[in-house]
Structures are given as C-alpha cells and as structure tokens.
C-alpha cells in the first residue's frame, strides 16, 4: 500500500523559509520522478516542482524557480522541498507524488504565509 506523508508546514512571515518532507513507503521511491504539487483556497491544484530518479535532473514552476529547491534522499525514501523567500501567493496545501500524480494523494501539509 502506498503512502505519501507530507510534514513541516506552517505560519510563517513574507521573506522567511520552510523545509517540507514527504516520507514514501509502498513502491520503489528509486523507480520514480517525483514531484511537489500545492493547491491554494479556491484553486485547482498545480505543479511545483519536480526532480528524477537519480537526482539528475530538477525542474520547478516558473512562480517558483529561484526561490525553492527540490531534493530527495534515496535511502530515506523521502522528498524533501526547501522554500526561500516565501510569498504570501505561496500560500497552500502542498502534496507530493510520483511525477503526474500516479498514488492516490497524501493528507498533504498547509502552508500560510501571512505577516
């Protein structure tokens, strides 16, 4: 059974940073492309980010790009996303998954961004 446990959310000023994880268990976290996804208030959800198997290769959102960093621990089986510089535009819930959104999604984390 597949598992996507998103963490480290919460309220935090414009300008500042947080670090979401995403622990995985029930496929082979090595296999995949896996991405960060985010749906605000009102909004269809949306792609963020998105790093390979390896490691090899990242790419992010243009509303994103230069701000957050998407990384992943292969022994961990866990995805990682840094955000700098937060917005209050970040605003969301935040999810991850295969690239495409293959397992059914996680509880995800919120994210607020407010002063």
């Known amino acids: 059974q597949v598992q996507l446990v998103e963490s480290g959310g919460g309220l935090v000023q414009p300008g500042g940073s947080l670090r979401l994880s995403c622990a995985t268990s029930?496929?082979?976290?090595?296999?995949?492309?896996m991405s960060w996804y985010r749906q605000a208030p009102g909004k269809e959800r949306e792609w963020v980010a998105v790093?390979?198997?390896?490691?090899?290769?990242?790419n992010y959102a243009d509303s994103v790009k230069g701000r957050f960093t998407i990384s992943r621990d292969n022994a961990k089986n866990t995805l990682y996303l840094q955000m700098n510089s937060l917005k209050p535009d970040d605003t969301a819930v935040y999810y991850c998954?295969?690239?495409?959104?293959?397992?059914?999604w996680g509880q995800g984390t919120q994210v607020a961004v407010s002063s």
């Open positions: 029930g496929f082979s976290f090595t296999s995949y492309f």
């Open positions: 998954n295969a690239h495409g959104g293959k397992w059914s």
């Open positions: 790093m390979s198997a390896t490691g090899g290769m990242r």
